[in-house]
């Protein structure tokens, strides 16, 4: 809180902190919005032990509870940072997970992302709040020119959206395992485990996005995590950014052609 108490957006020699490239920072400015500074949040999480039976498909509720906690508690520390700054929203939002030597349960969650302050009203409805129904500053992971191109488009973000599930796959029989040598064959148990697990972690998302009132998820990404918990369990995180319209007419940017000439 002291070093966000020595960035003071818009007074004579207060500079801004920003993680953002040089074409995102300017194309950022270009779509109507000021850096202000640099937040993060952080959550060194231990996650607890889960007893099921290894034999069958399930979800392990209390490792999905874990991870979906720990992210979340990284995500309000970095959005009260920029509430501190009185940020309208944060943008190249970046969530990621990193192990630590202090146990193999323990893990660090870190959010960072720059808080972003707008030049204007949001036009439409909403009272001109670039804030989300919830009164937060909005978060997005898009980058600097996916974001230019939302705005320019009549669309706004409202926050970022996420689902997980952490699954496990139970173990072939060995009687199944020597039935399928030398055969072309799928394993359906395998099959619908996996996909089992991604419709529980994408429909969480979208959950989330139904409470913020959003028209659509942008930018969705949908990977799989195996952490430190062996080959048969497996983490399915679905994230994208949630968006509302700023108006009816969305015009879109025609692309411009780049002819280059140096060889």
């Not at 943008?91 to 893990?107: H, K, M, N, P, Q």
């Not at 369990?233 to 007419?249: Q, S, W, Y």
């Amino acid at each position: 809180m002291r070093r966000l108490a020595e960035l003071q957006p818009g007074k004579p020699g207060s500079i801004f902190t920003s993680d953002l490239s040089v074409n995102e920072f300017l194309l950022v400015r270009e779509a109507g919005f000021r850096p202000i500074g640099l937040v993060l949040g952080s959550s060194i999480y231990h996650v607890g032990i889960q007893l099921g039976r290894w034999g069958k498909n399930q979800e392990l509720t209390t490792l999905s509870q874990a991870m979906y906690h720990a992210r979340e508690l990284a995500m309000t520390r970095m959005e009260a940072e920029a509430a501190q700054l009185g940020a309208d929203g944060i943008v190249g939002v970046r969530l990621s997970v990193e192990a630590r030597e202090f146990g193999t349960d323990i893990a660090e969650f870190i959010a960072v992302g720059t808080a972003v302050k707008a030049d204007q009203p949001a036009p439409g409805a909403g009272g001109g709040s670039w804030r989300n129904l919830k009164g937060q500053p909005f978060t997005s992971d898009l980058n600097g020119q996916d974001f230019w191109t939302l705005i320019r488009a009549g669309y706004a973000p409202l926050g970022m959206v996420m689902g997980t599930c952490v699954y496990h796959i139970a173990h072939q029989r060995m009687g199944q395992m020597f039935s399928n040598i030398g055969k072309n064959v799928e394993i359906e148990q395998f099959t619908q485990a996996l996909y089992d697990a991604r419709e529980l972690a994408m429909a969480r998302m979208q959950h989330e996005a139904e409470e913020l009132r959003a028209e659509g998820i942008v930018g969705v990404q949908l990977n799989a995590h195996n952490h430190r918990w062996g080959g048969h369990t497996t983490e399915f995180f679905a994230i994208g950014t949630a968006v509302r319209p700023l108006r009816e007419d969305h015009v879109i940017e025609r692309p411009t052609m780049v002819l280059g000439l140096d060889g």
